[in-house]
Structures are given as structure tokens and as C-alpha cells.
């Protein structure tokens, strides 16, 4: 299957600042990307979706200034989660598909975000 | 309202004897399927996808999926578990159009013991 990167696997913050996560699209161009958040032992909360281009849709009760979202080009999307509080640690998944061939979703492989 | 039911939050199976993870759904026209498994502190990967034709679908890793139209469900089987089979077991429906949405059941935690 399609490959999709996501970095960093991990990272550790302070309170009150702001962390980036990148989702890569490595061998095809993906025309829609997902992020979603995962708390322990629960299934994922789609946070947002995202087209190459244009602005990020949110779910409902995602703050979209809390999580900015920027879908730059067909290969990569960014979550920036900006002035990190506690309560925003958690395991955050991304995923690509293309429309042109249809296909399934494909995962990077999470960050896991711990704000102290 | 489009859903995504699993009513086992765990499965325990023995090594080597047939495994079902079960998942019902709720949406709107047809359905795309799929399942999808996650090791710990890892992102999902996809095992097998219904969209349309044989109700029985084949994936990766030997395991298969029945699409019931009347029973709306769609579960997961393996004729013969391994222990490394274990992990967290995502059955997820996909919804809407222009970006199309996947809407993830809850989990189902399958133990497979030696």
C-alpha cells in the first residue's frame, strides 16, 4: 500500500508553547488529508479534513484556532497545535487518500504529543 | 445519523481456532467497509476494504470480512489465530462526498493466548 510519513513519532513540550506536526504523502499525491486525535484506549476523533489548496473543515467542538491546519500541497499537511495546555496531550493519527484513483485511507504513524 | 457499532470491546481466542470480530453499521445508499488493525502506540493499518461485488473480501495477513446487506454487518475472521495477531481492531465506515469522511467503530481488542 501507499506510503504516508508522519513526524514526529514523539515529542515532549512545555505548556504554552506551540508544536507542528507534518503528514507526508511519500509515493502518491493525496488529494484529501484527515487528522484525527486518539485518547488512550478509544477510537479516533476526526479532528479535520483537509484539501490541497484549500482551508481545513473541522468537526464539530475541534477549536480551528487551537488547531491550525495547513494542507500546502498534494504531498504534505501540517497540525500545528498552538500554545499547548495538558489537556492537549494525546496521540494524534493523519491520513491521505486520492480521489483519482479512488482509494482507501492510508496512516502515518502517529505523534504522540505529551505537553508538560 | 452514519455509524459504525462494535459490540465486543475485547475478543479472547486461543492460538490456532478460528477468530470473529464483529461490526455492524448504519449509513445512507451503499456502503465502502473496511478494517483496519493498530499495534500500540502505532497509526492503523488497512486490512481489507468492501466497496462492491463478492460479499466475501480477502485481505491482508490472512484474515477476511462478510458483507451482510440485511444484517448490516460486516465482520472479521481468521480460520486460524496467531498470538501475534493480537492488537486493536478498527472496523470504520466511509461517508459523504468531496473528501469522503471514515467514521471509526470504537475498537475491539483481540487477545489470541498461546
Known amino acids: 500500500g501507499a506510503v504516508v510519513s508522519q513526524h514526529p513519532s514523539r515529542v515532549i513540550c512545555k505548556s504554552g508553547t506551540s508544536v507542528k506536526i507534518e503528514c507526508r504523502s511519500l509515493d502518491f499525491q493525496a488529494t484529501t488529508m484527515f487528522w484525527y486525535r486518539q485518547f488512550p484506549k478509544q477510537s479516533l476523533m476526526l479532528m479535520a479534513t483537509s484539501n490541497e489548496g484549500s482551508k481545513a473543515t473541522y468537526e464539530q467542538g475541534v477549536e480551528k484556532d487551537k488547531f491550525l491546519i495547513n494542507h500546502a500541497s498534494l504531498t504534505l499537511s501540517t497540525l500545528t497545535v498552538a500554545s499547548a495546555h495538558p489537556e492537549d496531550s494525546s496521540f494524534y493519527i493523519c491520513?491521505?487518500?486520492?480521489?483519482?484513483?479512488?482509494?482507501?485511507?492510508?496512516f502515518g504513524q502517529g505523534t504522540r504529543l505529551t505537553v508538560v | 445519523a452514519q455509524s459504525v457499532a462494535q459490540p465486543e470491546d475485547q475478543v479472547n481466542v486461543a492460538e490456532g481456532n478460528p477468530l470473529t470480530v464483529k461490526c455492524t453499521y448504519s449509513v445512507s445508499g451503499n456502503p465502502y467497509l473496511f478494517w483496519y488493525v493498530q499495534y500500540p502506540n502505532r497509526g492503523l493499518q488497512f486490512l481489507l476494504k468492501y466497496i462492491t461485488g463478492d460479499n466475501l473480501v480477502k485481505g491482508s495477513y490472512g484474515f477476511e470480512a462478510e458483507f451482510n446487506k440485511s444484517q448490516t454487518s460486516f465482520h472479521l475472521k481468521k480460520p486460524s489465530a496467531l498470538v501475534s495477531d493480537s492488537a486493536l481492531y478498527f472496523c470504520a465506515v466511509r461517508v459523504g462526498t468531496g473528501g469522503f469522511k471514515t467514521i471509526f467503530g470504537a475498537g475491539t481488542r483481540l487477545f489470541v493466548k498461546a
Open positions: 491520513s491521505a487518500r486520492t480521489d483519482y484513483p479512488d482509494t482507501e485511507a492510508f
